[in-house]
């Protein structure tokens, strides 16, 4: 569906480049998520593939027409995309049929009132059809700019942080609403966020981006459980990063002997994630001690001084240990290679 190839931008000359090289496809009604910080060039990349920036170098292909290229640029009203920003902009003076009708005005009027009540169906706001947008609360308007953007049933739907003004509990609905849809209706999409959790629940795959380079990519399951590069480890969720010296399918760390998820020699960093690591109570081995215990409801999460290292280690809530408990902290799973050795990078 969507085929983007070494696209690089720079917003001027001598400077950096914002987006640098990158490269992805997104299938038919497939949702890519572009996950990273603030600043990493997300909503750039975005920018680029809808038209409203002039890539450097780079093509953007949609169904394998070319829309940006060297000697090519189709401007955005052109390129069949739809958008859906975060801050969803419903016309104030238009209905939420008038604003779902808005973008239909290709169709003759009696088919474009028919596919408006459609789209709102489909999004579930039919009864709202004639209240004005500030009469609709923050995740009716959502659905609404989503209706409004699904009507003239764009290829591809580019999301810009759009749960982001939503509260917490209307932002988990919402997303798997908005997910449901967009696949009911076999639209592909690209979303944009910097919250982990939003882009491992909602995309089927994920690219992390980092400086304007994508850093991974994957499914959610492939980049959370076997993240390639410490950065991505960190990004997606906290982890023990943890030195050690490989060969072949085991190393030795300061926790003993960890098994690895492949084959490796000399010095590599290792991550664990606290929920990869389970706490004994020790009795005369290598042993570590309990210094914080943080309690969250469903688990607890313990800090443990093991040598000059601490280590964070999640456990379900029937584990009690107290502070100053001597424990050993045993792997559950396979240590993921995700480095040679070298300085650890600042958490994110
Ligand atoms: P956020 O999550 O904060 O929105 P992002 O990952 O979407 O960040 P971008 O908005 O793509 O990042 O911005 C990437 C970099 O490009 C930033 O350093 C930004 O300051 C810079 N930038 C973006 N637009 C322009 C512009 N029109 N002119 C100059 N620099 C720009």
Do not use: W
Not at 25 to 38: D, Q, Y
Not at 83 to 94: K, R
């Amino acid at each position: 569906m969507l085929q983007v190839t070494n696209l690089t931008k720079r917003f001027g000359p001598g400077l950096p480049p914002v987006v640098e090289g990158l490269e992805f496809t997104v299938a038919p009604g497939e949702i890519l998520a572009l996950l990273g910080p603030s600043g990493c060039g997300k909503t750039t990349t975005l920018r680029l593939i809808a038209g409203f920036e002039r890539a450097d170098s780079g093509e953007v292909r949609l169904q394998g027409h070319l829309l940006t290229g060297p000697h090519t640029h189709v401007p955005p009203e052109r390129r069949g995309i739809g958008f859906v920003f975060q801050d969803y902009a419903l016309f104030p003076h238009l209905s939420v049929l008038g604003n779902v009708m808005f973008g239909l005005a290709h169709l003759p009027p009696r088919e474009r009132k028919a596919r408006a009540l459609e789209v709102l169906d489909l999004v579930g706001v039919t009864l709202f059809k004639d209240r004005m947008p500030h009469e609709l609360s923050g995740g009716q308007q959502q659905r609404v700019a989503l209706a409004r953007t699904l009507a003239p049933a764009p290829r591809l739907i580019l999301l810009d942080e759009p749960f982001s003004n939503l509260d917490v509990a209307l932002r988990s609905t919402t997303r798997e609403e908005v997910r449901a849809i967009l696949k009911a209706s076999g639209t592909s999409a690209v979303l944009v966020t910097h919250d982990q959790e939003e882009a491992l629940s909602f995309a089927d795959r994920l690219a992390v981006m980092r400086s304007g380079r994508i850093e991974q990519i994957g499914t959610p399951e492939e980049v959370y459980h076997r993240p390639r590069t410490p950065f991505v480890a960190q990004f997606l969720g906290r982890t023990n990063l943890i030195p050690a010296q490989a060969e072949g399918r085991y190393a030795v760390s300061p926790l003993g002997r960890l098994e690895l998820d492949r084959a490796c020699r000399g010095q590599v960093l290792l991550s664990l994630r606290p929920e990869h690591l389970e706490l004994v109570p020790a009795n005369g081995e290598v042993s570590g001690e309990v210094i914080a215990r943080e309690f969250k409801g469903h688990d607890l999460t313990y800090r443990v001084r093991l040598g000059d290292a601490v280590y964070l280690v999640q456990t379900d809530y029937t584990k009690r240990f107290e502070l100053g408990a001597r424990v050993r902290l045993v792997p559950r799973e396979a240590a993921v290679v995700v480095g040679s050795g070298g300085p650890l990078d600042p958490e994110p």
